[in-house]
């Protein structure tokens, strides 16, 4: 294409006859003065260099123009054809997804307030971290979702106490409490659930709700990552790394022993 409108503008090398050519530069001042008709080109094909007629340039110079005006519309065209392909595409393979996705979290959460009102403890602890996520911090709304996860607690679900540890850890959907947080938390803990435990850990390491104590934060963040939680491994070595040699061998020892029942 771009050789085409070279041809048509009629400009060629002296020296090769090529069209394969670009603009260049006036060598000097007195050149210029020289050629007032005419314009600096190099060859590509063969390195050398002429003057051709202004009127030509021009007329490339204006070619070239309208060759990249053309390219771009060529080049936007695609693109919004292609643009315009994924989202039909996307369309068909995944129809509504966000319609669904909604629709099938009030079917789960019919389905599972049928089996809370049963007295189900997963269901009404599941119900409770469901409606968490959908009522967007509306406080009486939000209510309704502790209320269901007390029921769970109250019943032994494990999972439901430490819920309600984080939130009245946090104080975010009802009020702060550090003791009621510790007693939610150091309850799960007891009964053996792993994330009872990296809590529990927590609280030692940080002071809140009980004494600050590392090597209690290390026996409970140890026996949770016994249990396959990562998270509390990760923080039980960094809590490691400020322990003495002794402290560390107390800490590991006192980990085996089996914890109090509560």
């Known amino acids: 294409?771009?050789?085409?409108?070279?041809?048509?503008?009629?400009?060629?090398?002296?020296?090769?006859?090529?069209?394969?050519?670009?603009?260049?530069?006036?060598?000097?001042?007195?050149?210029?003065?020289?050629?007032?008709?005419?314009?600096?080109?190099?060859?590509?094909?063969?390195?050398?260099?002429?003057?051709?007629?202004?009127?030509?340039?021009?007329?490339?110079?204006?070619n070239l123009f309208l060759t990249r005006?053309?390219?771009?519309?060529?080049?936007?065209?695609?693109?919004?054809?292609?643009?315009?392909?994924?989202?039909?595409?996307?369309?068909?393979?995944?129809?509504?997804?966000?319609?669904?996705a909604s629709v099938s979290s009030a079917e789960n959460n019919s389905a599972r307030m049928k089996a809370a009102e049963r007295g189900d403890a997963q269901a009404q602890f599941e119900l409770g971290q469901s409606l968490l996520q959908t009522f967007n911090g509306n406080p009486e709304e939000t209510a309704v979702a502790v209320r269901w996860l007390r029921k769970s607690a109250i019943s032994g679900n494990t999972d439901a106490m430490v819920a309600l540890g984080r939130l009245s850890k946090t104080g975010v959907g009802v009020l702060q409490s550090y003791v009621q947080s510790l007693d939610w938390i150091q309850t799960a803990a007891y009964k053996g659930n792993p994330e009872g435990m990296l809590e529990l850990g927590r609280l030692y390491r940080d002071g809140v709700a009980v004494p600050k104590d590392s090597v209690q934060a290390y026996i409970w963040l140890n026996r949770a990552a016994a249990m396959q939680n990562r998270i509390a491994a990760l923080e039980r070595d960094l809590i490691a790394g400020s322990l003495t040699a002794e402290k560390l061998k107390e800490a590991q020892s006192l980990s085996s022993v089996e914890a109090p029942k509560k």
Request: hydrophobic fraction near 40%.
């Open 69 to 100: 005006l053309f390219l771009a519309a060529i080049l936007l065209v695609g693109g919004v054809v292609f643009l315009f392909f994924l989202l039909e595409n996307s369309a068909k393979n995944y129809p509504q997804q966000s319609g669904f």
């Open 1 to 62: 294409m771009m050789s085409s409108l070279l041809n048509s503008a009629k400009i060629q090398c002296t020296h090769c006859h090529s069209v394969n050519i670009r603009r260049s530069k006036w060598v000097s001042h007195a050149e210029k003065k020289s050629y007032p008709e005419g314009s600096p080109y190099r060859c590509l094909d063969c390195s050398k260099r002429f003057i051709a007629d202004k009127e030509a340039s021009h007329l490339t110079e204006r």
